[in-house]
């Protein structure tokens, strides 16, 4: 099953407060649209990773796999 190219960032936007996101990527790799966000920040780097991660796999899951080129 092959499913779009997705990234994992997670940022530090203020001291303290992290956030992730999910961002669908180019061929290259580049970041071009955002799939899903944190609705809130995290405490720590490791909790936004881990809540990230949790997401990425919960989209993998319900996100239907493109069509063959």
């Keep these: 099953m092959t499913h ?3 990234q994992l ?3 530090e936007p203020a001291p303290g407060t992290f956030v992730w996101t ?3 990527t180019d061929a ?3 970041p071009t ?3 899903r966000r944190a609705e809130e920040p995290s405490d720590s780097y490791e ?4 809540a990230g991660t949790h997401a ?3 989209q ?3 996100q239907p796999a493109p069509a063959p080129a």
């Design 28 to 30: 290259r790799g580049k």
């Design 9 to 11: 960032l997670v940022e």
């Design 56 to 58: 990425l796999n919960a």
């Design 47 to 50: 909790a936004a990773l881990a």
């Design 4 to 6: 779009p190219a997705l």
């Design 60 to 62: 993998m899951r319900t």
């Design 22 to 24: 999910l961002a669908e």
């Design 33 to 35: 649209k955002v799939a």
